[in-house]
């Protein structure tokens, strides 16, 4: 064991659902059957986090709760049935929760309840506290070992010399990922991807790019555009212009286009592009829906009937998708060390301070706002 589990930890708490946080001691969780305790060593924060724990978004979940999301970590203490995992391996936990015997029932631990009585019961259970804490239950299938050696030593040593903090970008990595093979996205297609200017869809920029495909970003930014387009030759950009036929044009100058990728969030409720897209497509193209919209869209029914245009949603992704992505990041064929920057590191008190700069810093390429509890 890294070292006796001290019988209190701190941990940053909702104990009213839409009220202010609170930093306090509590009893630190002890392993059982089917799960580890993790020693948290640093834990992405999401640009809208405010907008979650001030019932904005009017995300479901219960209270009191350990807030928090995905987390880089040290396996602190197993439980019995732990058959990998060894006490000080470094592991990436996944949120993504999903029942042992009901795939359908999921949760983001300390962020959503997910849909339905299922994920209630897992939100409300064993898997209620997150990871803005110094020590974090979770369960055996969610966590993911890490080569440490390869990651984060030096080049010159065979590493790829990440800094243990900018891994908290698989986070914003792994729903796009799922979005553009949920669509079966192949080496020289052509993607639009959309907006592409935020942090999930600058991410699925990087993504894409690792795939093989070309990229057509579109976003309203045009210095966010621009920044896009020094990834490489295979980045072109569209303006979003709030006018259907004008973005359709400047999509199709780049002739046949396979798939498009939509990640918008809910203030893009009216966007143009979500129509242009579709009709810029190819015959026989593909859509992912993976934004954040809270109202149906009108699509141009005829045009997706005649092209033969399949549409797919998805919410999250799978533990194999974990492993896939975490394969291009451990090979450097997919390699952000360079692109990937921590622009803020805060201790749990400073919370209010670091949900502002997540939500002014973290929509940017590549910059990532982090607890380091």
Not at 11 to 35: C, D
Not at 166 to 176: D, E, F, S
Request: proline share 6%; glycine share 10%.
């Amino acid at each position: 064991m890294l070292s006796e589990l001290p019988p209190t930890h701190k941990a940053l708490v909702q104990e009213v659902y839409g009220q202010p946080l609170i930093v306090k001691r509590l009893p630190t969780p002890q392993p059982s059957p089917g799960s580890a305790i993790i020693k948290i060593l640093y834990a992405p924060i999401v640009s809208y986090m405010r907008d979650v724990y001030n019932g904005k978004r009017k995300y479901p979940y219960p209270t009191p709760i350990v807030i928090g999301t995905s987390a880089i970590g040290h396996v602190a203490a197993i439980g019995p049935d732990a058959t990998l995992l060894k006490e000080g391996d470094m592991v990436y936990f996944d949120c993504a929760i999903r029942g042992r015997d009901d795939n359908s029932a999921m949760i983001l631990m300390g962020l959503a309840q997910g849909f339905g009585e299922g994920s209630k019961k897992l939100m409300e259970g064993e898997w209620r506290d997150a990871t803005y804490a110094e020590f974090a239950k979770v369960p055996l299938e969610n966590l993911f070992p890490l080569d440490e050696m390869r990651l984060c030593s030096s080049p010159a040593d065979g590493g790829l010399g990440y800094e243990p903090q900018q891994l908290t970008w698989i986070l914003q990595a792994m729903v796009p990922y799922r979005g553009l093979t949920n669509i079966g996205l192949q080496p020289g297609e052509t993607v639009i991807i959309a907006p592409a200017t935020g942090g999930f869809g600058s991410s699925a920029v990087l993504i894409a790019l690792a795939m093989g495909a070309r990229v057509i970003a579109m976003g309203r930014n045009i210095e966010a555009l621009e920044t896009l387009k020094t990834l490489g030759p295979r980045v072109e950009t569209v303006q979003m212009v709030g006018d259907v036929a004008q973005e359709l044009s400047s999509l199709r100058k780049f002739g046949k286009i396979d798939a498009f990728f939509d990640i918008s969030p809910s203030e893009a409720q009216n966007s143009t592009h979500f129509k242009a897209c579709i009709l810029s497509l190819k015959h026989e193209g593909r859509v992912s829906l993976m934004g954040g919209l809270l109202e149906d869209l009108p699509i141009p029914y005829r045009f997706v009937m005649r092209y033969d245009i399949t549409i797919k949603g998805k919410w999250m992704y799978s533990r194999a998708d974990v492993h896939a992505l975490l394969a291009l990041v451990s090979t450097g064929v997919l390699n952000v060390r360079e692109i990937v920057k921590v622009v803020g590191t805060f201790e749990l008190e400073e919370w209010e301070q670091a949900f502002d700069v997540a939500e002014a810093q973290g929509r940017k390429l590549g910059q990532m706002v982090i607890f380091a509890p």
